[in-house]
């Protein structure tokens, strides 16, 4: 094969810096895909697992380890480093374009995330290790330089392009396709640039016979590619049903969490049960959200309430309850996710449910993250409702912190209450300790209670105020569903095996205790 080097110490001719810039240009695309892929892995196991930090570290640590690997199993490699870089690129666009989808089926089907996870991200890692070798003796190949100036080159090219593609996914490919498609396209990128290299940066210098076989590789894989592109929404609609009891009737990947509504058909003349699932937890359930949400509700608006906030509870059933008192003057609705606001807001299946809630004109709709606006915010409301998903991943146990919790102290007014999900005192006692003894450590009076919600089972909530621990009662200006103040007084008692022991230590930004306790106690069911 003949090259096209330029003496070391010459002047490079125009077609010399050209195929030099063509070549660093494909190192940019392939990082960026590269990295892409690797952001697909840890997105898609915190949106299917929760606990994005384990997540991350096993992707970043596993994935680093086989880029060491490629990088040495890529020597033998370099005496033909053209072909080598061509059928790497192919093999790395098959791999990482199909992995979100591999990784979906491994979940629904196989029972074998973990496995699956590990091999992806050693192949992933390994195939993205050996592209530098083969790159840096190409990039030799078109002019000779000193080893260091070489590298920088590369490495300039490689950094800026994983930049790009750490930015691309979340705010383009996330928004635009959901990671399952992003991916599949990246893929198709990646194929592309590779065969570029080949096909015209060093076309001159490779037979016709392998510019061929190239060409063909290139559109094998890009049929591949684009046949699971064009049928990814049918296999991710079959796989949602596989998960779900019921049918999916609404399914979206918003830029936070996937978002799942299911609807029942009954079979007799029963009520339609209309499900919530936020990265396939469960919200809520129709047939009987209404115990979660009195009991939720109703205890802290038996003080003051003319200013009420809610923290979470984006589906609007919440503010539903708040709404029944004539004399809330204003209440403000606090949501990360916008994709869950518009769904609220205009989906009949939940507006039906919450009575148009979110657009009442005494309600002020906010998109933030709670913590954030806590802290930002000079408001002060008379009761806090924070009704937020369990804190099974990091971005929800900051929302179960002593940090929190001190801020929405300072968010009430003199006299102001604040009542939290705490989850199941059944199910996970030790978390719900760990909650009730965080919100004490951030100096409020603590009453816990817990209710039975048929579809969650045993679920505890804690009443909480500035002084000592406020009394459970209701004042509610007409008759509730399930709550009513006898209920409400015996929901303070617990059985000896699940009662609260103060034992555990609180959770902290620092050491996010809640997150460990939830992961340990809930992976048990």
């Known amino acids: 094969m003949t090259t096209v080097e330029s003496p070391a110490g010459t002047k490079p001719d125009k077609r010399t810096r050209a195929m030099r810039a063509g070549l660093l240009f494909a190192t940019f695309a392939c990082a960026a895909c590269g990295l892409v892929y690797e952001l697909a892995l840890v997105a898609q196991g915190s949106y299917l697992l929760g606990d994005s930090i384990t997540q991350a570290s096993v992707v970043l640590a596993t994935m680093v380890f086989a880029m060491g690997i490629g990088s040495l199993a890529a020597k033998p490699l370099q005496r033909r480093a053209l072909l080598g870089f061509a059928v790497i690129e192919a093999l790395l666009a098959l ?26 991200a050693l192949l992933v890692g390994a195939l993205i290790g050996a592209e530098i ?44 396709l959901g990671q399952t498609r992003g991916a599949l396209l990246v893929g198709m990128v990646n194929a592309v640039a590779g065969a570029c290299v080949v096909l015209f940066l060093f076309a001159r210098t490779v037979s016709r016979r392998r510019r061929v076989a190239v060409a063909a590789g290139t559109l094998a894989v890009l049929a591949v590619l684009g046949v699971a592109f064009a049928s990814s929404d049918a296999f991710l609609r079959y796989s949602r049903s596989v998960l779900y009891e019921d049918p999916v009737v ?203 919600v048929p579809t969650f089972g045993d679920w505890g909530f804690v009443l909480a105020q500035q002084g000592p621990p406020p009394a459970l009662r209701l004042t509610p200006p007409e008759p509730l569903r399930f709550l009513d103040q006898p209920n409400l007084t015996a929901a303070a008692i617990f059985p000896t095996d699940r009662h609260p022991t103060g034992t555990e230590r609180p959770s902290t930004l620092d050491d996010p205790r809640v997150l460990r306790l939830t992961t340990e106690e809930w992976q048990q069911y």
């Open 133 to 176: 070798p083969l790159l840096m003796t190409l990039l030799q190949r078109i002019r000779r330089q000193e080893a260091g100036s070489a590298t920088a080159d590369l490495f300039a090219a490689d950094y800026v392009g994983a930049l790009v593609g750490g930015l691309a996914f979340p705010f383009l490919l996330l928004p635009l």
């Open 250 to 452: 609404y399914a979206e990947t918003s830029g936070y969490q996937e978002i799942v509504l299911t609807q029942s058909a009954p079979l007799t003349q029963g009520p339609t049960d209309t499900r919530l699932f936020l990265n396939g937890d469960l919200q809520f359930s129709s047939i009987d959200e209404y115990r979660y949400h009195e009991s939720l509700v109703h205890p802290v608006l038996a003080g003051k309430h003319d200013r009420v906030l809610v923290l979470g509870g984006g589906d609007g059933l919440a503010m539903r309850e708040v709404l029944r008192y004539p004399d809330v003057r204003e209440a403000v609705e606090v949501e990360l996710d916008p994709a869950v606001l518009r769904l609220a807001e205009h989906d009949s299946r939940l507006t039906d449910l919450n009575g148009g809630s979110l657009t009442d004109p005494r309600v002020r709709v906010v998109t933030a993250d709670a913590f954030a606006w806590l802290r930002d915010t000079a408001e002060r409301f008379d009761a806090v409702i924070i009704d937020m998903p369990d804190p099974d991943a990091t971005a929800t146990a900051k929302l179960y912190s002593e940090e929190f919790y001190l801020l929405a102290r300072h968010a009430l007014a003199p006299g102001g209450r604040l009542v939290v999900q705490a989850g199941s005192p059944y199910f996970a006692p030790r978390t719900y300790d760990c909650v009730i003894n965080t919100i004490r450590a951030a100096g409020l009076g603590a009453t816990p209670y817990h209710v039975n």
């Open 95 to 120: 791999v990482g374009g199909l992995s979100v989808l591999g990784l979906h089926a491994a979940f629904t089907w196989l029972d074998l995330y973990w496995p699956a996870l590990i091999v992806i």
